[in-house]
């Protein structure tokens, strides 16, 4: 009897150190989203994926995946743990049958613009006999990117009625060098690039050639977000909330009405990426989404002052445009700092944050 004793505590030993050693081994884990870029409180599923690929039963797995700030839960049978330092977990314990996999999906929302990063969970199994756990943890990074809120379209169709209508009538004072309708004799007031040497070889004379009038409108947005002298982070937030709500939609009604933009910001991505943000002149939904990305990862940081973001743009202006400038507030010193643009013939609008807690509200969406 004593032997047998013995060779059941030896048997007993030796699963245990298996058990414990083996505890994760075949197991793995992934996350994602079903989708990365969202209006804000738009829901979100967040899907975890847990595989056994070993042929053993495990009797026992915990699960904890951790969520950044201000991550609304939508299921009420979901209960994260919130500690204080904000941090919020959520822990879940299950079992894995041999060759199988369990999925998980969680409803979130988010109500506020901003870059959210998850940084994937840690898996823990235990021994044969309960007493020892094991920990594994998996870091994949992983954003889900949320565009600002969009203000009222009427409202800022009214704003933009002025300038929209001097974009049209500049649209048939600007020829297109581009669109080449076809020549006539020189008179001596062109540049020499615009002579058409063939029409001017096939004719024995100076011609050059005629363009036609330009299709295509173009307007520059400036955000401006460098606010040095304001009182107060609340303030603050509020009237760049309202600058890069009112960025949104003003670039979606250019889209709108068929009006090609560009974007220059000195709003910076992270404390690590601090330089001037600029999206070339573009038309139609992908560039409207690469728009809708940058402004929300934008942060508080000004990466630039608004003279430097003025000077950068005005050196990208090859030909006219009209220029619509963002700023939270109005500033008599700025409106002066801009001459560079005036000179470049460019027609100017500004629009201040402050003027227009009105319009801003999350009931309009695309």
């Known amino acids: 009897m004593p032997i047998f004793f013995l060779v059941l505590m030896i048997v007993g030993y030796i699963l245990q150190k298996w ?13 994602g989203f ?10 979100v599923e967040r899907i975890s994926v847990i595989t ?9 797995m915990e699960l904890e995946e951790k969520f950044p700030e ?6 009420e049978n979901v209960k994260p743990k919130i500690d204080y330092l904000k941090n919020t977990t959520l822990t ?20 506020q613009r901003g870059v959210y990063l998850f940084y994937g969970a840690s898996l823990t199994g235990g021994d044969f006999l309960g007493v020892s756990m094991k920990r594994k943890t998996f870091t994949v990074l992983k954003e889900v990117i949320v ?7 009427k409202g800022v169709d009214q704003i933009l009625k002025g300038f929209l209508g001097d974009v049209s009538v500049k649209r048939f004072m600007m020829e297109d060098p581009i669109l080449t309708t076809g020549a006539r004799e020189y008179t001596g007031r062109e540049p020499l690039k615009q002579i058409s040497w063939k029409q001017s070889a096939r004719l024995n004379r100076l011609m050059v050639k005629q363009y036609d009038y330009s299709s295509e409108p173009v307007v520059s947005v400036l955000l401006d977000i460098n606010m040095e002298e304001i009182e107060g982070y609340e303030i603050k ?17 250019l889209v709108q009405k068929g009006i090609a933009y560009d974007f220059i910001s000195n709003a910076s991505t992270s404390l690590l990426n601090q330089h001037q943000l600029y999206l070339a002149k573009g038309l139609g939904r992908p560039h409207f989404r690469a728009t809708l990305e940058i402004l929300g990862k934008s942060t508080y940081i000004s990466a630039e002052s608004f003279f430097e973001t003025v000077e950068s743009l005005a050196k990208k202006h090859n030909y006219n445009l009209s220029t619509l400038i963002i700023m939270p507030r109005r500033d008599n010193e700025k409106q002066q700092g801009v001459k560079s643009l005036v000179d470049d013939g460019s027609t100017l609008t500004f629009i201040y944050g402050e003027e227009f807690d009105d319009i801003i509200s999350d009931s309009e969406t695309n």
């Open 52 to 60: 056994n690929h070993s042929s053993r039963f495990v009797s026992f």
């Open 19 to 31: 058990s414990l050693k083996n505890a994760l081994k075949g197991v793995d884990y992934t996350y």
């Open 70 to 75: 201000n991550v609304i839960f939508l299921q």
């Open 92 to 111: 879940t314990t299950t079992y894995l049958m041999p060759k199988s996999c369990l999925e998980r999906r969680i409803s979130l929302t988010f109500a």
């Open 147 to 153: 565009y600002p809120k969009i203000a009222h379209l």
């Open 237 to 253: 937030t509020r009237l760049l909330e309202h600058c890069f709500s009112l960025t949104r939609t003003i670039c979606q009604l």
């Open 34 to 43: 079903n989708k990365q870029l969202v209006e804000p409180e738009e829901e």
